[in-house]
């Protein structure tokens, strides 16, 4: 699927008629829906035996099994539930996502606030406010101007592929919407992955930066590693389950700040010391 947003054709495809007013407002009332109730996953209710089934396009790897399913319990135990992704629609999750690229999470607050007090929090108010208006409500998020054509692009490609609905766009087979996903102006793999594990519960497991430094500290994985190499030994040695991955993603992240900083980390403290190799353990 060709870039359904390039540079400088910010809004309406030449190639697509605009979808009707009617097909807008009702995906406008699926969008404003609540998200589903939050269920945390304790690991030790899931069998060993279902590691790794069920997951889409499973790619052989040589990476030897690792001991992650202990290194979730060790941090389910010491921190419980994390309660992420923060957002009160799929579509606000989605456009938190967008905008906490490069940026910590209180500058995108403060922007989604902003968004929400103007009433910008939909796929069809968003396509309709100017880029200019846009870019100014989100503002504290930092490289607005930029973002604000990514938040365009999305709403576009909403638009022109599902009608403007969320709901049909997340039946879609996780790897054919992924693929798309990566296909819009703006959205990499980090990115796309959020928006299906956290807005649509798509079993695809999120890799940042507190993950990548994790791995290496423990030597789990190597610098070099890719994206979808670290994706793939997640996914390869945990369970295919959406809640599973939600909260474990945010467990490291919450060890990452708290303990795995990139500079003077708290190892002794970390609820993972146990896990260090033999010469980072002290």
């Keep these: 699927m060709a870039n359904t947003c390039p540079p400088g054709q910010v809004g309406e495809s030449r190639a697509r008629p605009r979808v009707s007013q009617r ?9 404003l829906v609540r998200r589903r109730r939050y269920r945390a996953k304790k ?9 790794g089934a069920n997951s889409s396009a499973r790619i052989a790897s040589p990476t030897p099994p690792t001991p992650l399913r ?32 490069n940026t910590s999470w209180n500058n995108v607050e ?17 396509e309709s406010v100017s880029l200019a208006r846009l870019a100014r409500l989100i503002r504290s998020s930092g490289y607005f101007r930029q973002k604000a054509k990514k938040l365009k692009c999305f709403v576009h490609f909403l638009r022109a592929e599902y009608g403007g609905s969320l709901t049909r766009m997340f039946r879609t087979p996780t790897a054919a919407l992924r693929e798309a996903l990566l296909s819009v102006h703006g959205i990499g793999p980090e990115t796309a992955d959020s928006i299906l594990l956290y807005a649509g519960a798509h079993p695809v497991f999120v890799v940042d930066a507190y993950t990548r430094r994790l791995l290496d500290r423990h030597e789990l994985a190597m ?3 890719s994206y979808e190499e670290i994706r793939r030994l997640f996914e390869e040695s945990l369970p295919s389950d959406a809640p599973l991955y939600n909260e ?14 990139t500079r003077n980390p708290g190892c002794s403290e970390c609820p993972l010391h146990s896990f260090l190799p033999a010469r980072d353990s002290g």
């Design 23 to 31: 097909i807008w407002r009702s995906a406008l009332i699926v969008d």
């Design 110 to 126: 403060s922007a989604i606030r902003n968004l929400r007090r103007e009433k910008v929090l939909t796929p069809r108010a968003m």
């Design 70 to 101: 202990a290194y979730y319990d060790a941090l389910f135990a010491a921190y419980g539930p994390q309660h992420w992704w923060p957002g009160r629609s799929a579509f606000e999750v989605i456009v938190g996502a967008i905008l906490t690229q």
């Design 223 to 225: 610098p070099a590693q």
């Design 248 to 261: 474990f993603h945010a467990l490291i992240v919450r060890t990452g700040k708290e303990y795995c900083h």
């Design 43 to 51: 690991m030790l209710s899931v069998p060993q035996s279902e590691a």
